[in-house]
């Protein structure tokens, strides 16, 4: 049963810095991974979608990678604002034989404040 | 990207009662959307598989009478909460892909938050 894990839970940390979020993830047979930003009482903003193919995705002031043999991504994030605090959720598609479910298995978040 | 859109946003309700939760694509056809709960300061769990024209597929521990999946069109999955009660209080997403090649993304809704009194 595949499994997502993040760490940190929770992280706090001045403006301007640069930052990384892990996410690992135990059935490296995985179809995309995604990453996502949640305000609280909020639904899901798409990030950065990474396809099995790929090894990493850029979007402005972030990146993420994707190490599908060692079963890890990273979310890194440039020069932080008060606007990116939010929990940041990694999901893996999953997949049967050749094809991807659609099914997302989330991970449980990492909690980012960005203090000003 | 593809819109996805969840309808109420939130609800409050009476214990007993049951409550509907509309998704739809706007702007694509879904021949697979999917359910997910989120619990306080917990993460997403994907509660079943809506198909078109045909019955939804549980996940394990999940009561398919509680929780009655209807996607009767291409665009539209609804989501039906039967006999609500207190512990049923959480956070109901929605999301859909367009299509069925490999690499398509899942689209998400808004959200409903339900609030069993």
């Known amino acids: 049963k595949q499994e997502v894990t993040q760490i940190p839970a929770a992280l706090s940390v001045p403006e301007g810095e640069n930052l990384v979020l892990n996410c690992s993830f135990t059935?490296?047979?995985?179809?995309?991974l995604q990453w996502f930003r949640q305000d609280p009482g909020k639904g899901l903003t798409s990030l950065l979608l990474i396809q099995s193919s790929q090894r990493e995705q850029t979007s402005g002031r972030l990146n993420a990678s994707l190490d599908k043999s060692s079963g890890r991504s990273t979310l890194y994030i440039a020069a932080s604002q008060p606007g990116d605090s939010a929990t940041y959720l990694c999901?893996?598609?999953?997949?049967?034989?050749?094809?991807?479910?659609?099914?997302?298995?989330f991970g449980q978040g990492t909690t980012l404040q960005v203090k000003p | 990207g593809a819109v996805v859109s969840q309808h109420p946003s939130w609800v409050i309700c009476k214990s007993g009662t049951s409550v509907k939760i509309e998704c739809r694509s706007l702007?694509?056809?879904?021949?697979?959307m999917f359910w997910y709960r989120q619990f306080p300061k917990q993460s997403l769990m994907l509660m079943a598989t809506s198909n078109e024209g045909s019955k939804a597929t549980y996940e394990q521990g999940v009561e398919k009478d509680k929780f009655l999946i209807n996607h009767a069109s291409l665009t539209l999955s609804t989501l039906t909460v039967t006999s609500a009660h207190p512990e049923d209080s959480s956070f109901y997403i929605c999301?859909?892909?367009?299509?069925?090649?490999?690499?398509?993304?899942?689209?998400f809704g808004q959200g409903t938050r339900l609030t069993v009194v």
């Open positions: 059935d490296s047979a995985i179809y995309n």
């Open positions: 999301s859909a892909r367009r299509g069925l090649l490999m690499n398509t993304e899942a689209f």
């Open positions: 999901a893996v598609y999953g997949r049967l034989g050749s094809s991807n479910t659609g099914k997302l298995i």
């Open positions: 702007d694509f056809q879904a021949t697979t």
